[in-house]
């Protein structure tokens, strides 16, 4: 392996893959359930942003406001949560920085990179999407995770899918 991003390639795709996501990208994500996958991730980034110095020496990385502008945005009446975020946050919170960079990594750069597409995909403004100084974000990112971190990166994608399989669950279950 190469890079991280090599080594993340089969945790990445089955992200993707997940029914939630294949909802989004077929545009068949409806307001309320965006809402909740919004909320849900509210709770990891809120957790990230509020415990680790990245975030204060990149505040333009931060995500929470913009995240909870979206789902304010959305006007749900009810909320689906996953109790897999809030063990997702806590885990996040015991991490140091350098293990951190690798969910900043899969997350951030994820709606950096991945993001514009997604935008176009889902309800809402996805203000989430909108990055000032991208392209130097994104170096940011890349200069302080390497392939030591792909254990931690593949951490984030588990968390992530199991985050994305129980909501839609839940989700599949209110509805």
Not at 41 to 61: D, G, H, R, V, W
Not at 102 to 111: K, T, W
């Amino acid at each position: 392996m190469n890079s991280l991003k090599e080594a993340t390639a089969a945790a990445h795709k089955r992200a993707e893959q997940t029914e939630i996501v294949k909802l989004i990208f077929e545009k068949k994500i409806d307001n309320q359930q965006y809402a909740s996958l919004l909320a849900n991730q509210l709770i990891y980034y809120s957790a990230m942003e509020k415990c680790n110095s990245i975030f204060q020496s990149n505040p333009q990385l931060a995500r929470s406001s913009r995240l909870l502008n979206d789902l304010i945005d959305l006007c749900a009446d009810s909320l689906v949560i996953s109790t897999v975020s809030y063990r997702y946050a806590d885990y996040l919170k015991g991490l140091n920085t350098q293990s951190m960079w690798a969910h900043v990594y899969v997350h951030y750069l994820g709606d950096m990179m991945g993001g514009q597409m997604l935008k176009r995909c889902v309800p809402g403004a996805g203000s989430r999407f909108e990055f000032e100084n991208m392209p130097e974000l994104i170096s940011n990112v890349r200069f302080n995770v390497s392939i030591a971190d792909a254990y931690e990166a593949q951490q984030a994608f588990e968390w992530t899918i199991n985050i994305y399989d129980d909501l839609y669950q839940r989700i599949r279950e209110a509805g």
